[in-house]
């Protein structure tokens, strides 16, 4: 892994991440020095700022309370006029098998994201995480779209919204298809409230499903660029109601659906 600290202002630092991990093992002791950065105080203020500029806070694992500042060589990010919707998971959000609700349990998604998941066997989500990111949705910077099933919470995403950017943070399910509803819910959202950029961090495969796709770290930039100007509605969509059929019509539109 190819890894170097840079400073941001007088008491932070940028780890830099090659190779598409995100982690911040193999640091150097010259580069240890950098820890103590690790637990200054973030303001939701600062981590806007951050946001863009490009970077995001990771904490190595849920007990450990120190968070590292990451920006990857190749970005991911789902281009929203080319979201791929299989023509199974289109049935099912159409039959709104799923409740969907935005910003209803905040929290609950949270801890949903922190649980092990397939392929998944730890989280990053520690309590500064959570912290930091119940102030950002306090401030309406910060979304949850939640998936039920009856009563139950069973799968769900968050993520940050600042300009027409939206950077989604983490996901989860407890029955299949319930983060995949919850993505699809996203994307419509965001193409409806006026958003240009979707980010994901990283690729997986199963975002690549969806039309995920890497870009270099200055094409990421320029894309951040345009999407700080202006402002997304992140509620546009409620105007004509959110229900699965909603959803789907702008991807049956641009011919998105299939496989």
């Not at 995100?22 to 010259?30: E, G, T, V, W």
């Not at 349990?105 to 912290?131: H, K, L, M, S």
């Not at 995920?212 to 930039?221: G, L």
Request: proline share 5%.
């Amino acid at each position: 892994m190819n890894s170097r600290t840079i400073p941001l202002a007088s008491h932070i630092s940028i780890v830099y991440v090659g190779d598409n991990e995100p982690r911040r093992a193999h640091i150097s002791p010259h580069d240890m020095a950098s820890r103590e950065s690790a637990f200054v105080e973030i303001t939701p203020e600062v981590l806007l700022k951050a946001y863009a500029c490009g970077i995001f806070p990771m904490a190595e694992s849920a007990e450990d309370p120190s968070l590292y500042w990451i920006e990857p060589d190749l970005r991911g990010i789902i281009p929203l006029d080319r979201f791929h919707v299989s023509s199974r998971l289109a049935r099912t959000v159409r039959s709104d098998h799923f409740k969907v609700t935005i910003n209803r349990d905040f929290d609950g998604v949270i801890d949903g994201c922190a649980e092990p998941q397939d392929g998944r066997p730890r989280t990053w989500i520690n309590e500064r995480i959570r912290a930091l990111y119940r102030k950002l949705h306090d401030r309406r910077h910060c979304h949850s779209v939640e998936v039920f099933l009856g009563d139950d919470l069973v799968g769900g995403l968050y993520g940050v919204a600042l300009g027409r950017a939206f950077f989604g943070e983490s996901m989860f399910h407890r029955v299949r298809d319930a983060s995949k509803v919850a993505l699809v819910h996203l994307v419509a959202r965001l193409r409806a409230g006026g958003f240009v950029l979707l980010d994901t961090q990283f690729v997986t495969d199963h975002l690549k499903s969806f039309g995920a796709i890497e870009v270099p770290r200055r094409q990421y930039h320029k894309l951040l660029e345009s999407a700080l100007t202006g402002e997304g509605d992140f509620a546009a969509i409620d105007k004509i109601g959110a229900t699965g059929a909603t959803a789907l019509a702008p991807l049956v539109t641009n011919y998105r659906i299939g496989g």
